[in-house]
């Protein structure tokens, strides 16, 4: 097929069936890791967990998911993003499900601690669904052209607010129909199981291997791609050195561990900090619990879009990626401070909303920093290892909000969040994005 003359783009765009496939997929294990958090009451409940032991449990889900970034990324660059997609993905839909057992089986087995089978499965969960978003770089990197490449990248991180948006209506309805927690996560782990059936028909590690992308569309995704990711002549072996000896690379880990900890603690926490603060209910958590991500869904896509703009414009990665992170991650600590501050409810979510916002708005940066910079046969690689930095937040961030709101109520968990994001700001103001022979 022919390439538009007016635009220069082809008319077909499968591509963005792959984008919108990737970005299902990331919405279901988002919405799995999330939904826990609206059934703390009956969990709770029924195994009689305090403030610092429901954080610990929690943070449990993080440890997982560090290595299984770590591991996930080193796997998509050796065994193909399409095989690793179907593995992660059958892997976590089958332990949702296992968290019916969770509790029953500490209790039974590991010494009759509740707490214990909950590690045991959480962490085990979260390792299984640790590889999807550095296997959603390596994909992009394959399938999104370099002009596109912000907005694509952004296209399946919105996965994240969305996700966690969606977790509230999605959980407190399955909830609120089955009356059951049980129930909940045998029903979303076979949605899981279905949708990767789905996506293994349609999806191909790179688009030159799909029927479906016509030359024209084939020809623009590989428009100067060649000379940003030449062509790896061998597989490498697992590259930390080179990876920590980039002070970028290790940089731009730290500016994302400030994102993942502000999304695990409004992920985690948010739930339950209405509840008690503010005596919300189940029934109204469904909506209530979807504000904190609505402006973070808009802000996420705006600013890969924005980030691309910005190089256009100046050509300058360094603007595009470290400047728009910085930005967006000093207002984020701003806002958090208020937040800390703050007594209304109403005041409390609109802050939250605010804040979230920012905070999402450079996350497509973190993962293009890692394109941008890292050898084209390491981009899996040094993605996850980027994510498994920045998962230290997935742990650290619950684990601590529950010591901090049982000893000193929950405005020191906000505190602690604006401290995150400052070292954030201090991070991404010092990356130099790109490489020296691109």
Same mark, same amino acid.
């Given at each position: 097929?022919?390439?538009?003359?007016?635009?220069?783009?082809?008319?077909?765009?499968?591509?963005?069936?792959? =984008?919108?496939?990737?970005?299902?997929?990331?919405?279901?294990?988002?919405?799995? *890791?999330?939904?826990? @958090?609206?059934? @703390?009451? !009956?969990? +709770?409940?029924?195994?009689?967990?305090? *403030?610092?032991?429901?954080?610990?449990?929690?943070?449990?889900?993080?440890?997982?998911?560090? %290595?299984?970034?770590?591991?996930?990324?080193?796997?998509?660059?050796?065994?193909?993003?399409?095989?690793?997609?179907?593995?992660?993905?059958?892997?976590?839909?089958?332990?949702?499900?296992?968290?019916?057992?969770?509790?029953?089986?500490?209790?039974?087995?590991?010494?009759? @601690?509740?707490?214990?089978?909950?590690?045991?499965?959480?962490?085990?969960?979260?390792?299984? #669904?640790?590889?999807?978003?550095?296997?959603?770089?390596?994909?992009?990197?394959?399938?999104?052209?370099?002009? #596109?490449?912000?907005?694509?990248?952004?296209?399946?991180?919105?996965? /994240?607010?969305?996700?966690?948006?969606?977790?509230?209506?999605?959980?407190?309805?399955?909830?609120?129909?089955?009356?059951?927690?049980?129930?909940?996560?045998?029903?979303?782990?076979?949605?899981?199981?279905?949708?990767?059936?789905?996506?293994?028909? +349609?999806?191909? $590690?790179?688009?030159? !291997?799909?029927? &479906?992308?016509?030359?024209?569309?084939?020809?623009?995704?590989? #428009?100067?791609?060649?000379?940003?990711?030449?062509?790896?002549?061998?597989? *490498?072996? %697992?590259?930390?050195?080179?990876?920590?000896? &980039?002070?970028?690379?290790?940089?731009?880990?730290?500016?994302?561990?400030?994102?993942?900890?502000?999304?695990?603690?409004?992920?985690?926490? /948010?739930?339950?900090?209405?509840?008690?603060? =503010?005596?919300?209910?189940?029934?109204?958590?469904?909506?209530?619990?979807?504000?904190?991500?609505?402006?973070?869904?808009?802000?996420?896509?705006?600013?890969?879009? =924005?980030?691309?703009?910005?190089?256009?414009?100046?050509?300058?990665?360094?603007?595009? *990626?470290?400047?728009?992170?910085?930005?967006?991650?000093?207002?984020?600590? +701003?806002? =958090?401070?208020?937040?800390?501050?703050? &007594?209304?409810?109403?005041?409390?979510?609109?802050?939250?909303?605010?804040?979230?916002? %920012?905070?999402?708005?450079?996350?497509?940066?973190?993962?293009?920093?890692?394109?941008?910079?890292?050898?084209?046969?390491?981009?899996?690689?040094?993605?996850?290892?980027?994510?498994?930095?920045?998962?230290?937040?997935?742990?650290? @961030?619950? /684990?601590?909000?529950?010591?901090?709101?049982? $000893?000193?109520?929950?405005?020191?968990? %906000?505190?602690? /969040?604006?401290?995150?994001?400052?070292?954030?700001?201090?991070?991404?103001?010092?990356?130099?994005?790109?490489?020296? $022979?691109?």
């Amino acid at each position: 097929m022919s390439v538009s003359q007016a635009s220069g783009r082809p008319e077909t765009s499968y591509r963005y069936v792959v =984008f919108a496939m990737v970005l299902l997929l990331a919405l279901v294990n988002y919405i799995d *890791r999330g939904a826990i @958090s609206y059934a @703390s009451a !009956e969990i +709770i409940g029924e195994y009689g967990f305090d *403030r610092a032991s429901w954080g610990q449990m929690m943070g449990y889900f993080g440890y997982g998911y560090m %290595f299984g970034a770590l591991l996930g990324g080193a796997l998509s660059d050796w065994l193909g993003a399409r095989r690793l997609w179907i593995i992660a993905g059958v892997a976590w839909s089958i332990l949702a499900i296992a968290m019916i057992y969770a509790g029953d089986l500490g209790l039974a087995v590991l010494g009759g @601690s509740a707490l214990a089978g909950f590690a045991v499965v959480r962490i085990s969960f979260g390792f299984a #669904e640790g590889p999807a978003y550095s296997i959603i770089n390596k994909t992009m990197s394959y399938w999104a052209p370099k002009k #596109e490449r912000g907005f694509a990248v952004s296209l399946g991180l919105l996965s /994240t607010p969305l996700g966690a948006m969606l977790t509230a209506p999605v959980a407190v309805g399955l909830l609120l129909l089955t009356n059951n927690w049980r129930s909940m996560y045998i029903m979303l782990g076979i949605a899981g199981l279905v949708l990767i059936g789905l996506f293994a028909r +349609i999806y191909t $590690n790179k688009p030159e !291997e799909n029927a &479906n992308v016509s030359p024209s569309e084939l020809a623009y995704i590989k #428009e100067g791609l060649e000379a940003s990711h030449p062509a790896a002549t061998a597989v *490498r072996r %697992f590259d930390l050195k080179g990876f920590v000896s &980039n002070p970028t690379l290790l940089l731009n880990a730290v500016g994302y561990f400030a994102f993942i900890y502000v999304n695990f603690m409004i992920l985690t926490w /948010t739930p339950k900090y209405l509840q008690d603060e =503010f005596g919300f209910t189940l029934s109204s958590l469904w909506y209530v619990g979807m504000i904190p991500w609505i402006g973070a869904c808009i802000t996420i896509l705006l600013g890969g879009r =924005f980030s691309d703009w910005i190089y256009h414009k100046t050509g300058s990665l360094r603007l595009a *990626r470290g400047g728009l992170a910085t930005g967006s991650l000093l207002l984020t600590t +701003i806002t =958090f401070l208020f937040v800390s501050q703050a &007594n209304s409810p109403w005041t409390v979510i609109g802050l939250m909303t605010l804040a979230n916002a %920012f905070n999402a708005l450079p996350n497509s940066v973190y993962w293009a920093v890692v394109i941008d910079t890292a050898p084209s046969d390491r981009v899996g690689t040094y993605s996850g290892i980027t994510h498994f930095i920045a998962n230290i937040g997935s742990v650290l @961030s619950p /684990t601590l909000a529950g010591i901090l709101a049982k $000893n000193y109520g929950y405005s020191a968990m %906000f505190v602690a /969040t604006a401290v995150a994001t400052g070292i954030g700001v201090l991070a991404m103001s010092q990356i130099r994005p790109g490489r020296p $022979n691109a």
